[in-house]
Every structure is written in structure tokens, then in C-alpha cells.
């Protein structure tokens, strides 16, 4: 759950605050300014000019989405037999109990949990480590995915002392694990982050099954290995006395002297030879002319904390949303649909691209609260406010008691007939009842909210602040506690086009296809989308210019579209044909400062200005295309998008430094691209199906 992504970041919603004050219209000023989410810096007058330019400039990116969202998909009704419906509940029970790992493994993750607490106990006492995030939510955990902790403070968070300063506990915390026999290679200390935190990354695959499962990893994960050199300890019995003083417990199964004042200790919990491992390294600071150090007994069966990847933190925020979840997830009689479905939806969601913070879409925690809603607004639970969730983290709890995932009688047609039924009538529900231009999905207040009653209106958006701060209310979903905070914030027009398209295509899926094939569970019918990088190489661009500034300049020649074109095949056909995988005519008259009005080309203001740009160079010809391969991206955002296919001297050009928009710009053109536009066009763009 803990998310860095510099867009959509709603679990640390901190860089909205006060942004308020960025608004570019005076309050008393009240128009409204619309603008393109996928062009950022660019501003239209009127709701019809931005139209006008999604039509135009994003006509293929929106072509699947307006197909989804045309009158002939509006009104449909989902009526499907039983036989169907236990299909789909079957199939939604299939991928929900992968996400359940059974009682052992989360018992696991509740030792590591109190693993860690001893080691906080060392750093600061009356802290406690809480598991947040979809374990607890969930009761239950995959044995592989990341499990959030949290350090608080009840007793200081109550008096507003917590979190302390935060770089540095961490920095405390990695240096405690340390001497905990954590591995130096797979823990990073993520202290410039927005919200600083421990990292733990196991380098090995099933580590932990390996260790909770295999017969010797029982003994060895409670041994350590000591290396002691003092006067005092010479003898395994006084070895023994000096452990137990320094731990202060008396936990010490079996001591063994390896000779050369070495020797192995086992203890009686995997949890004491932790807590031995850091007392023993972490007090060497304060001993003279002695020396003691503890070490792992055997690394492939170290102790839990050690088998699984974590994050850990100093926030609290987590914990009162995901106890809240919790509760939702495992109260009600009908809470284990609410637990699969949840499960089912998420995986759909990041398929199909509406869950992905990073692009500024929803998040997981996003897509919960909307299905939680629905089933409140179906009666199927309850609606439980928020606000009975206590803000102190003392009242929740500090590990999930594990609940199975799936309805007990999962097998049976009946329960499979009423989950399939859920799923389908949940994206109905948001293709067609959904009032998306006036309701907020909210858990905050029963009933309906609408977005007036908030005031989250087109008059209180913010917009050309930098991207990842702009909020809008095209897509409203209210976040449970961080006060007026819309989780679908970064979706503007486009975007929420294309949330509101899955979910008809969703719908659509579900009473077209078979289970089976079914979008909900199914990749198959995603197309990988080739997106051309984003500027071609300066020198074809550039052939193509001084052959059209030529024939302009010196014989003042008039050109229609076609002649226009007819020119450049014949004087440049490869630029031509090369600069054609990156640009439409469209764009590429506009680039070469022309303008087409009718059936004729025209000047445009800036036309001069880039012929004189070029006059003197030394012409450049584009080579015959040779055997194709693929060229490479500028930069790392391009390496995401698939590159066009290219002879091997582009992919040399390719590198080079080349700004025909900021030219452009100079002379009074908008900027039409923002720097991940290649990714934006990725997610956005999908083929019918
Ligand atoms: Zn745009
Ligand atoms: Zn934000």
C-alpha cells in the first residue's frame, strides 16, 4: 500500500494540501477554465474547444472509448441464466483463493511482526508495530506479496509527538535490523522519499516456504552463531549466564562449543535468538577489551522477519483506513463476497489500466470503495460509517486473525450464483445507474451524496498547477478520512472517458461472453499498443524542411495538399516515409509552420522564422532504409513505448538533442506534449474487442 508515485499518490495525500492557493482564477472571477488531461498546458475557452481538440488531436486514442460509451451501449440490461452466473462465480472464486495462502502463512507474517516489535523496543520504547494494508484488510495474505507495517506511538500520537523525525528513525531502524542479522544486500533505507521508510526485499524466491516448511529450518531459525572473545567468558556455562544477563530472559535451549571461542546457541523461539542477535551486536558500542558479535546460524533458514519483503513506516494514516476495511471485509454475513469480489476486481482494474496511480488513474484502495459502496447501496452489507473507526491507533488491531477468503460453502451453485450475480450487477452499476455528473461514491454519509453538497464543482478545481496537484471532480470518489480528498482527483476528461469505458466494457463482457473469456479474468483480448516515440531524428525532420522552404522561399510556389505531398515524395521520399511513423500530415504540416485551409497550404507566422533556422546547413540525406531494426528511446519514459521499426543511422540520430516544439513555442505555439504523453497514450489507447 505504500505508493511513491509522483501522480495519484492517495495514501500520503499530504501534496494537496494548501494548493488551493495555486488556483489561477480570482474566486470572484468564476469562469472556468477546461483543459486537456493529457495535454497539461494547454487551455480552452469553452467546453466545445476542448471537444473540438479531443476530437482532433486524440481521434485514434479515443476512438475504442467513444465506441464503448456511443448511444447503442447506453441502455442494456443484464440478464443471465443461473448457469452463467455460477460460471462467473466459480471463475471469481478461482483467482480470489490464490490471494489466500491458508492460516500458516499469515501466522508467519504475525511472528515477523512481533520480530520487528523487539526490535523497536530496543529504538523506542511504548512504540508499537502495527500490520496495515491489504493483509489486514484482507485476514489473510499470498505469502509473497509486500506486508505494510507501522511504528506508532499510541501514547505520543495522542499528544501530537508522532511521527518523530522520521529520516533518521529510519536510518535508526536499517541499523537495528542490521545488527538483527538482516542482510546488508536486501534492506534499503529510504530516507529522501516523500515518506520515509525501511525496505526489505528478499533476494530468494519462497524463502519463507522453505523456512516455515522444510524439517531442519525449525532448529536452525532459533540458532545463532556467537564469536566471543573476554576474559570473564571462558566456559559454556559462563557463556550461558552472560546471554541470559545480557537478554534478560532465560531462553537458551542448547548451547554447543564449536572450539576457538565459537559457539552455536539455540534458543526456544526463532522471535529470542532475534532478540539475542541484537542485544548481543548492539551492546559491543558499550563493552571494553571484550568482543561479541551473533550472526545467523544457518542463511538459508534465518528467521521469519527475514523471509518476507516489507515496508515499514512511521505513519499511522494506514492504520485507520485498513481497520476500518477490516471490519467491512469480515463482520457481515455477507462479507466473504465482499472479500472475494474484492480480490477479483482488483486484478480486472489493473489489467484493463483504470488502477494505476502512476498514470494518474485509481488506485487499489480507490476501486475498494467503489465496490464497497455498491454492495451498501444493494443492501448486501450494512453502511458502517467511518467516523466509528477510533482515530487512535490503540484501539486497532495489531495483526489480522485470519479468516479464509472464500464463502464457506464456495462449491455450492447457490453461493457461486449469488457472487457471479454481484460481480456483473457492480459494473452495471457504474456503466449505466452510476450518476457520474452529479454523485460522489462515498462511504462518508449514508445515502446519496451529491458533488454540490461537498462543493466539489468545476468552480473548485484546480488545474494547470503542476499535473500531479491538479484535483478535479469529473470522477468523484471520497476519501473515508483525509478531508476533502477525491481519490479520482487526476481524472479529467479523457481519462475518466476511459474509466467509464471499462466499466460498459466490462458489462458488455459479461453478457457477450463466456466465462472463461470473460475481460473480468482474462487478458486475452489486450492488445500490446505500438506507440511510436515521440520526435523523429532531427535530421529527417530537417531534410524535409529545407526541401519545403526551398520550394516556398526561392520559387514561390503555391502547393495543394496533394502537390504538397506529391513534392516530397519525390524530393525526399525516405524522410518523408521515416517522418510518417512519427507524425500524422496533420501534425507534420503544422511543424513545418504551414497551415492547411481547405485545398490550399498556407504560411503561417512562424514559417519564416524556422527557414532561417536552416538556411546555411548542410543538407542531410536521409539513407535507403536498410534490414529494420528497432531503435531505442531517448530516455527512459520513451523505453516504455514501443519504438517503430528503423534503420540502424536513426537510431543513431535518435540520440541526439533536438527541440522543434520549443522553436515553435518561441514563436507563440502551445506545447502539445507533456514528457510521459507516450505513456498516457498508452494507457489510454485500446482496441475494440
Ligand atoms: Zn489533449
Ligand atoms: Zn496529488
Known sequence: MIDKSPIGNTQFPEDCDGTQGNLPVEAGNCSVIHTCDICPKVIFESEKALERHIEIRHKSLMEG??????????????????????ALGAKAFDVAKKRDAGHGMLECASIARQQLQRIVDVWHPGAEVFIFGSSLVMSSWDGKS?????????????????????????RELTDLCKSAGFKVSSLECVDTARVPIVKHKTLQDSLLNTVANTKPAEKARRSICLTYRSEKVKTTEALRAWLEKETETATIEEIIDEGQCNATVTFTTSTNAMVAMIKVNNGQKRRLNEYFSARIMDERFPPE???????????????????????????????????????????????????????????????????IFFLVKRDVIPYASPYDTPENPREALREPTYVPILPQSAGSSEVQIKMGSLLADFFKFYATEFDWEKNVVSLNRPGITTKKSIGWTSENEIKLSRQSKNVQYVVCIEDPYEPNLNLGRHLGVCKARKIKAEFRRAALSVINDNADECIMFTSKYKKQVQVPIKEPPREIFEEVQKVVYDSFGSTGAQFTPDSLRQMLIESCPNAFQALSNYWN??????????????????????????????????????????????????????????????????????FTPFSPLSRQHSCGFQRLHSHSLGNVLKMLRFTRI
Not at 158 to 166: L, S
Open 65 to 86: 472509448i467513444n465506441f464503448l460509451l456511443g448511444k447503442e451501449h447506453s441502455d442494456f440490461t443484464i440478464e443471465l441464466s443461473d448457469e452463467k452466473r455460477a
Open 585 to 654: 500530415w496533420k501534425i507534420l504540416v503544422r511543424r513545418l509552420g504551414l497551415r492547411q485551409v481547405g485545398d490550399q497550404i498556407h504560411k503561417r507566422a512562424c514559417f519564416d522564422f524556422l527557414s532561417e533556422k536552416l538556411r546555411g546547413k548542410p543538407a542531410f540525406k536521409v539513407p535507403v532504409q536498410g534490414s529494420p531494426i528497432k531503435a531505442v528511446g531517448r530516455d527512459t519514459i520513451d523505453d516504455c513505448a514501443v519504438a517503430p521499426v528503423c534503420t540502424p543511422n536513426i537510431v543513431k540520430a535518435s
Open 146 to 170: 509486500d506486508i505494510d507495517f507501522a511504528v506508532v506511538d499510541p501514547h505520543a500520537y495522542v499528544q501530537r509527538k508522532w511521527p518523530p523525525e522520521e529520516k533518521n528513525a529510519v
Open 305 to 371: 522477519a527475514h523471509c518476507i519483503d516489507f515496508d515499514l513506516c512511521l505513519r499511522q494514516f494506514g492504520i485507520r483506513n485498513s481497520e476500518y476495511l477490516r471490519k467491512l471485509h469480515t463482520l457481515y454475513d455477507n462479507s466473504p463476497f465482499l472479500r472475494s469480489g474484492a480480490v477479483v476486481l482488483k486484478e480486472w482494474s489493473k489489467l484493463w489500466g483504470l488502477n494505476n496511480s502512476f498514470m494518474g488513474f485509481l488506485t487499489s484502495y480507490a476501486i475498494n470503495i467503489m465496490w
